[in-house]
Structures are given as C-alpha cells and as structure tokens.
C-alpha cells in the first residue's frame, strides 16, 4: 500500500515536471499598451483586459467598445496540444470577434494568433508575461 502511494506520487511529481507552463497571469501586447489577465473560467481560459493606455482606450473607443478595462477579449481558450490553446478573441478597435491561438514560446512569451474571414486574414503577436511585483522583505 505504501508502494503504491509512492509510486503515486512520483509519478505526479515526474508528470508536472514535464508539463508546459501555464498561462495563467498577466501579459502585455508587444506595444505595451493593453495588459490582460489571462485566469480560468469553467473548462477553458479566458483572458479580460486590466489595464489600458489612454491610447488603447481611445481606439477600441473608436471601434464601439466604451470601457476597454474589464472587457474579455480571449475566451473560450483550450489545450488542443501541450503548450497550445484555441478560443476566440475580441479585437476592440474592429468590435469583431475571430478565432485565435495562443502558443507559448519559453514561459514568459505568447504568440497569440487571431484569424478571420476563414483563416484567410491573420494577425499574430508576441505577448510577454508580467513578473509579479517581489514580496517587500520584512523590516
């Protein structure tokens, strides 16, 4: 019975140790101007935006969409592969809605791919994960 609990847990351990990072967090477009957070929701990830240059917000603005902070703009995102995630995203300034991709390259970039038309007109985009703020030692 030990056995088996350890043999368990070892194979836990060895499973996580091989599993592609997650993308949970926060990341900024390549202009630094959108940052979302990409957390889970249900069975699938979902990304809502949590800051926005004044820049960014006059576009989407422009675009139809009023508030840009709080609006999600990844949804419905899956592993289809270790490493890789499908769903939809919201482009703001078009207030259009195609499929994307989002597949990591190293643990702190995305390059997040939307297409439309059919896949027949694609964007891609390399996104870098935010590093949480370092916990202030104590005094």
Do not use: Y
């Not at 940052?35 to 960014?56: P, Q």
């Not at 809605?97 to 939307?114: D, F, K, M």
Request: glycine letters at 12%; hydrophobic letters at 45%; aromatic letters at 4%.
């Amino acid at each position: 019975m030990i056995a088996a609990g350890l043999f368990a847990t070892v194979a836990l351990v060895g499973a996580s140790a091989n599993a592609p990072p997650s993308i949970a967090g926060d990341w900024t477009n390549p202009k630094g101007t959108v940052t979302i957070r990409l957390a889970s929701c249900g069975d699938a990830m979902c990304g809502r935006v949590i800051w926005a240059s004044t820049e960014a917000s006059e576009d989407a603005r422009k675009g139809g969409t009023d508030v840009l902070v709080g609006t999600e703009v990844m949804r419905g995102l899956v592993v289809v592969r270790p490493g890789e995630w499908r769903g939809r995203i919201f482009i703001p300034d078009l207030n259009q809605t195609a499929g994307a991709r989002l597949r990591l390259v190293g643990s702190n970039e995305i390059r997040v791919t939307g297409c439309r038309l059919g896949g027949l007109v694609c964007k891609a985009q390399l996104w870098h994960r935010l590093e949480a703020p370092a916990a202030a030692a104590p005094e």
